[in-house]
């Protein structure tokens, strides 16, 4: 028995030779779904795949231009009577700006003119001492010439006590010259139990001459002459005349690139880069700056490292805080 099969239809619209018409589709596939749905499922690879190699390849490390920079706070409050501007060059020990303090003036002033005054009534006192010390003895010795005389008969009595009456004056000016000396004396105790707060007095007023700490540059004067700035307040920070640095962010992933004397270029945003070397390495873990985050690394700790630029930064590139890049050498 031969079986003989239908030869298959030479297009999907024709059956047994007639044309049959199929009613279109309800609803057209897209293909982008697939897609979407394809990448959705192989995106963790490509994230991971993707950190690996940034990782392994480029070794590229957000940082920032920073320069030897403090903040010069006053101990005490005062209100600053002047200031240099910003930008001014300063040697060290020179005088940025200048705060005053009435109050504290004025009680040192006044302590001041109390102990000049007790210095000259000390020395009056012993002055007057030794004068009342002189006619006393003057007047005793004529008290007792006048006795003599007056048991010889060429003295009278009223001469006598009148020379008596001199005397008894003459010791109690003593008297009161040594009470006035002891008066001294409890003035000089009350006088040294305030050289404490004289000296508390000079060094405050002197802590009103915020001082340069070392040679450089004025870079930011917090407050204007006339303004009121309370003990402990910022007037005024200076930048050191040491070439700037750049600090680094390392992940602890890329640990082997913080070591000392590993080379790296330093990519500034404008296009520009220098070379530079790792001088130092942070001893403990620091955040991340949030502006410095790259989603492709971790957003924890990471490790600090200072770099020192083979030369000399152009003055454009020398602003404290200026973000760069870092492309570590890979060997």
């Known amino acids: 028995m031969k079986i003989h099969f239908n030869s298959p239809p030479s297009k999907p619209e024709e059956s047994l030779g007639l044309s049959v018409r199929y009613a279109p589709a309800k609803r057209a596939l897209s293909k982008w ?21 940034y990782s392994t390849i480029w070794a590229n490390m957000p940082g920032y231009v920073e320069m030897e920079e403090t903040v010069l706070k006053t101990p005490v409050p005062g209100k600053i009577s002047h200031a240099l501007n910003v930008g001014s060059s300063v040697t060290k020990g020179e005088i940025i700006a200048q705060l005053e303090n009435g109050e504290l003036n004025a009680e040192y002033s006044d302590l001041i003119a109390k102990k000049t005054e007790s210095r000259e009534r000390k020395a009056g006192g012993t ?22 005389l007056g048991s010889r008969g060429a003295a009278t009595e009223a001469d006598v006590a009148d020379s008596f009456a001199a005397l008894q004056a003459a010791e109690k000016d003593v008297l009161n010259a040594r009470a006035d000396i002891d008066a001294r004396h409890v003035e000089k105790n009350a006088e040294n139990t305030a050289e404490p707060r004289l000296a508390e007095l000079q060094w405050k007023i002197e802590s009103l001459k915020i001082k340069a700490p070392w040679s450089g540059v ?28 750049i600090q680094a962010y390392v992940e602890p992933a890329m640990a082997k690139y913080a070591t000392v004397g590993h080379l790296a270029t330093i990519r500034f945003l404008d296009g520009g880069s220098v070379r530079a070397r790792v001088t130092s390495v942070g001893l403990a873990t620091h955040r991340m700056p949030s502006d410095a985050y790259n989603p492709l690394l971790s957003k ?3 490790i600090v490292v200072v770099l020192e630029t083979a030369s000399l930064l152009p003055s454009k590139y020398r602003i404290r805080g200026l973000p760069v890049n870092i492309h570590f050498d890979l060997f």
């Not at 004025?218 to 640095?245: C, H, L, M, T």
């Open 300 to 302: 924890g700790e990471s």
């Open 33 to 53: 779904r697939w897609r979407f749905i394809v990448l959705l499922l192989i995106w963790p690879l490509l994230f991971y795949l993707g950190k690996y190699l």
């Open 127 to 148: 002055e007057a001492l030794v004068v009342a010390s002189k006619l006393r003895d003057y007047r005793k010795e004529r008290y007792l010439t006048m006795v003599k």
């Open 218 to 245: 004025v870079a930011q004067v917090y407050a204007k002459p006339g303004e009121w700035i309370p003990g402990g307040g910022d007037v005024a920070s200076i930048r050191s005349e040491n070439p700037p640095f």
